[in-house]
């Protein structure tokens, strides 16, 4: 049932990747995000969030790292779009994210977007039964920031996920091996690395959600749900759905290379 709503989330960024060019606006986005959701008997969980949050989605553009309120300014060549979405279906969660770039943003920022995506991946491969998140943490961290030189954000952290959107145990994108919560077999995750392509340094607006970073760089942010198990973890949400929809999309710049599946 989980994976149901991990792959209705899938199923609706696939459809922003149809819909994203030059010229549209956040705010139309988050329109067609809630009507797809209820289209499939489901609800937006961000919607009334903590009673507060007045939006299906977070859409955050360059500098944004997360939490971005869709707006009636015009996104235009160049931009990179984290859109974050969750549903309720059944009684379950769903929760992730996917990073776009209309057109093409430069080498610099395409870089980032394939090392964050395949920084995902590698924390991935260490959610199986026995690890800790500080496991997941230290694969990410060494991938972006030892590796690549990149800022991971240690405001905001990955989490678990179920009858909840957000449920312990928190999962940072940095860490040491052996540290943090012993992952067990069943526990569901989300995964989530914020990369930015400066400094780690992050704040929030006067509008209490958006948090952009403070040498005003790009961000990156892709998500994926997912099931610790035995062997390697069980990807509930679906990047490929999403991926052939850019890649069909011709204002999307989509020639990043690939990660390899977890494990």
């Not at 260490?126 to 972006?144: L, S």
């Not at 943090?180 to 780690?200: D, F, S, V, Y």
């Amino acid at each position: 049932m989980m994976r149901q709503s991990a792959l209705l989330v899938s199923k609706t960024l696939a459809e922003m990747a149809k819909l994203l060019k030059p010229g549209i606006t956040s705010l139309y986005l988050d329109k067609i995000i809630g009507e797809y959701i209820r289209d499939h008997k489901a609800i937006p969980s961000f919607l009334n969030y903590k009673n507060t949050y007045p939006f299906n989605s977070c859409i955050s553009v360059n500098d944004v790292v997360v939490h971005g309120l869709p707006n009636k300014k015009e996104l235009k060549e160049g931009d990179i779009v984290s859109i974050d979405v969750g549903v309720i279906l059944n009684g379950w969660h769903g929760d992730h994210a996917y990073t776009f770039a209309i057109g093409d943003p430069g080498p610099e920022v395409i870089k980032l977007i394939q090392v964050t995506k395949e920084s995902l991946y590698r924390g991935i491969d260490k959610a199986i039964h026995g690890n800790y998140t500080g496991d997941i943490g230290f694969a990410i961290q060494e991938y972006t920031e030892k590796l690549h030189g990149y800022g991971v954000v240690r405001e905001l952290v990955g989490h678990g996920l179920g009858r909840s959107m957000h449920e312990d145990p928190q999962v940072p994108n940095f860490g040491r091996r052996g540290s943090g919560k012993k992952l067990r077999e069943g526990m569901t995750l989300a995964i989530e690395p914020m990369i930015n392509l400066g400094k780690k340094e992050v704040y929030t607006e006067d509008d209490g959600w958006t948090v952009r970073t403070k040498d005003g760089k790009p961000s990156v942010h892709f998500e994926h749900d997912i099931c610790v198990q035995k062997i390697k973890a069980d990807i509930l949400s679906d990047f490929s759905i999403i991926e052939a929809a850019e890649k069909a999309n011709a204002h999307l710049f989509s020639d990043y290379v690939k990660p390899a599946i977890a494990g």
